[in-house]
């Protein structure tokens, strides 16, 4: 429990970081671990296309196998791209 003085100043330097760094306020405000999940879930796509790839090939349907390089493909881009808008965020 933090006391009333830790607060308030707390609430200082809340405020201090709104007015100086909006951007970085903001990003601590959503939250860095919501990113992390989605850059976790995003990575994901890399296996799963690889996986429906692979299956693709074994059963011999070309739908599935572009469904999957699409997949992995995506995963690769889109988890880029957040990593690169989380950096661009932060500074």
């Known amino acids: 429990m933090l006391s009333r003085y830790e607060k ?3 609430r200082e330097i809340e405020k201090w ?3 100086d ?3 970085f306020a903001e990003y601590v405000r959503t939250g860095i671990k919501q990113r992390r999940a989605l ?3 995003l990575d994901a796509l890399i296996p799963v296309g690889l996986l429906v790839l692979v299956l693709g090939l074994l ?3 070309p739908l599935v196998v572009f469904l999957g ?3 992995a493909i995506g ?3 889109l988890g880029s791209w957040q ?3 989380d950096r661009e965020r932060t500074g």
Do not use: E
Request: net charge positive; proline share 4%.
């Open 39 to 41: 850059v976790r879930a």
């Open 17 to 19: 970081f709104v007015q």
């Open 59 to 61: 059963v011999g349907l």
């Open 69 to 71: 390089i699409c997949c």
């Open 8 to 10: 308030r100043r707390l």
């Open 75 to 77: 995963g690769v881009a």
């Open 83 to 85: 990593r690169w808008r």
């Open 21 to 23: 760094d909006p951007r």
